[in-house]
T-cell receptor, first 115, second 113 residues
């Protein structure tokens, strides 16, 4: 079974702190994704990566950056955390299939509170 | 941008009843997928329907897709209390997408024992 792990389930940080959220997948997937989930807004894509060192902006990249130095690891960075970044953060991975039809495998999520 | 719109936002039923959730989207798609999320957890993939398919079954799940109306429905038959969760539709856009999905806002399903 594919396993996607996230470094923390719960995290409390202060405004202005630099925050790192780590995601690791163990199935050699090429694609990795970071979402945030807020009540009434569903999941919104922050960034994704389709290869090592490659990254693409999603729908809401402002205030975030990412790093993918190794295939199995995709990090989300909040350069200077703000209270409006309090949210649930979900990481996912997938593998390209011929003709598309990829499904995503999700980690358990990190609930971040910024005070 | 949020492509998927789900209806209803919340659904409350008794065990044994059927639950139907609907999803609408705006642009052409390669496929549409349904995911489930138990409270406070990550999402789990349930079923994928390709753009050239009209109906698909998996156990107690039945998914339909109407590309002319840009809509899909998920039917859970003979629901159980354990089906209580949030359900999300997600679309993969046509063309090269790197597997990127656009999720709807979700339907919260509560099944009462």
């Amino acid at each position: 079974d594919v396993k996607v792990t996230q470094s923390s389930r719960y995290l409390v940080k202060r405004t202005g702190e630099k925050v790192f959220l780590e995601c690791v997948q163990d199935m050699d997937h090429e694609n990795m994704f970071w979402y945030r989930q807020d009540p009434g807004l569903g999941l919104r894509l922050i960034y994704f990566s389709y290869d090592v060192k490659m990254k693409e902006k999603g729908d809401i990249p402002e205030g975030y950056s990412v790093s993918r130095e190794k295939k199995e690891r995709f990090s989300l960075i909040l350069e200077s955390a703000s209270t409006n970044q309090t949210s649930m953060y979900l990481c996912a991975s997938s593998n390209p299939r011929t003709g598309g039809q990829e499904t995503q495998y999700f980690g358990p999520g990190t609930r971040l509170l910024v005070l | 941008s949020q492509q998927g719109e789900e209806d209803p936002q919340a659904l409350s039923i008794q065990e044994g009843e059927n639950a139907t959730m609907n999803c609408s989207y705006k642009t052409s798609i390669n496929n549409l997928q349904w995911y489930r999320q138990n409270s406070g957890r990550g999402l789990v993939h349930l079923i994928l329907i390709r753009s050239n398919e009209r109906e698909k079954h998996s156990g107690r799940l039945r998914v339909t897709l109407d590309t002319s109306k840009k809509s899909s429905s998920l039917l859970i038959t003979a629901s159980r209390a354990a089906d209580t969760a949030s359900y999300f539709c997600a679309t993969e856009a046509g063309g090269t997408s790197y597997g990127k999905l656009t999720f709807g806002q979700g339907t919260i399903l509560t099944v009462h024992p």
